[in-house]
């Protein structure tokens, strides 16, 4: 177990994924937990992958038809759900819940008889972020720099905007790095930095995402362990170091600093 071992060539393109992934998906967490709808994400991004299913149930395997597919199911989730919260705003979370594993059992229903249908579910859940392409690579990036400039605009703040946006960039994340890294990196550093304001906080977010994602890939390919699992896992000790250590040193500075 060296340092020696990681391949840069196979790393990189992956870490770049996470580093695009993290620039929406930090202010977006931090929206989420202050409208109250933590599970979301999971619903949302299941919404996706049972699109990505349907596809391949339909003899789907790439291109523009499974995008289609997964904005398609994305973007009905996402409505279905921004109509719960205006109608009934006390029930949304059992909502959220409700189409997560409905999604989720809509997909198991699909790929019963597949073959190959148990890795297919795994690659959505777990996700193959290591084997990221060049090509999938610059249409995120694309994608990702539209998302980003659309989020600095008033459109982003409205509810129809918010979903919109949300399930747009879910249903990108989901196919390059899986479920539930997609839900690590939209919750974790939100809920490590949610008592910083502003872009101190997104900063922050960002950053502690970014170490995550380094930390996890070059794990990943030291170990030779599941690449999507372990960033889960480095992520979130990545937050929980963040909280336990810095923010009480910060806290501690603000107070000498305003004792002078």
Same mark, same amino acid.
């Given at each position: 177990?060296?340092?020696?071992?990681?391949?840069?060539?196979?790393?990189?393109?992956?870490?770049?994924?996470?580093?695009?992934?993290?620039?929406?998906?930090? +202010?977006?967490?931090?929206?989420?937990?202050?409208?109250?709808?933590?599970?979301?994400?999971?619903?949302?991004?299941?919404?996706?992958?049972?699109?990505?299913?349907?596809?391949? $149930?339909?003899?789907?395997?790439?291109?523009?038809?499974?995008?289609? $597919?997964?904005?398609?199911?994305?973007?009905?989730?996402?409505?279905?759900?921004?109509?719960?919260?205006?109608?009934? +705003?006390?029930?949304?979370?059992?909502?959220?819940?409700?189409?997560?594993?409905?999604?989720?059992?809509?997909?198991?229903? @699909?790929?019963?008889?597949?073959?190959?249908?148990?890795?297919?579910?795994?690659?959505?859940?777990?996700?193959?972020?290591?084997?990221?392409?060049?090509?999938?690579?610059?249409?995120?990036?694309?994608?990702?720099?539209?998302?980003?400039?659309?989020?600095?605009?008033?459109?982003?703040?409205?509810?129809?905007? $918010?979903?919109?946006?949300?399930?747009?960039?879910?249903?990108?994340?989901?196919? @390059?790095?899986?479920?539930?890294?997609?839900?690590?990196?939209?919750?974790?550093?939100?809920?490590?930095?949610?008592?910083?304001?502003?872009?101190?906080?997104?900063?922050?977010?960002?950053?502690?995402?970014?170490?995550?994602?380094?930390?996890?890939?070059?794990?990943?390919?030291?170990?030779?362990? +599941?690449?999507?699992?372990?960033?889960?896992?480095?992520?979130?000790?990545?937050?929980?170091? $963040?909280?336990?250590?810095?923010? +009480?040193?910060?806290?501690?500075?603000?107070?000498?600093?305003?004792?002078?």
């Amino acid at each position: 177990m060296t340092l020696e071992t990681i391949d840069l060539k196979l790393v990189g393109p992956a870490f770049i994924a996470g580093l695009l992934i993290l620039s929406t998906h930090v +202010p977006l967490g931090r929206q989420v937990l202050g409208r109250g709808i933590v599970f979301l994400d999971l619903a949302v991004a299941q919404m996706a992958a049972l699109g990505v299913i349907g596809a391949h $149930f339909a003899g789907l395997e790439s291109g523009w038809m499974v995008q289609a $597919f997964a904005v398609t199911a994305a973007v009905a989730g996402a409505t279905l759900l921004n109509l719960a919260e205006r109608l009934w +705003p006390e029930t949304q979370e059992a909502l959220i819940g409700t189409v997560f594993v409905v999604a989720a059992c809509l997909g198991i229903l @699909l790929l019963a008889h597949d073959p190959h249908g148990g890795e297919a579910m795994q690659d959505l859940l777990a996700g193959q972020i290591l084997w990221v392409g060049s090509q999938e690579l610059l249409v995120a990036a694309v994608i990702t720099a539209i998302l980003a400039l659309l989020l600095l605009t008033p459109f982003a703040r409205s509810g129809t905007g $918010f979903y919109l946006l949300f399930a747009c960039a879910v249903t990108l994340s989901v196919q @390059l790095a899986g479920v539930y890294l997609v839900f690590a990196s939209l919750i974790v550093p939100a809920l490590a930095t949610r008592r910083l304001a502003g872009y101190t906080g997104v900063l922050a977010g960002w950053g502690i995402g970014g170490l995550g994602y380094a930390l996890g890939l070059a794990f990943s390919a030291m170990l030779d362990l +599941p690449s999507g699992a372990i960033v889960v896992c480095l992520l979130s000790a990545v937050a929980v170091a $963040f909280v336990s250590v810095f923010m +009480p040193l910060l806290r501690t500075y603000a107070e000498r600093k305003a004792l002078k």
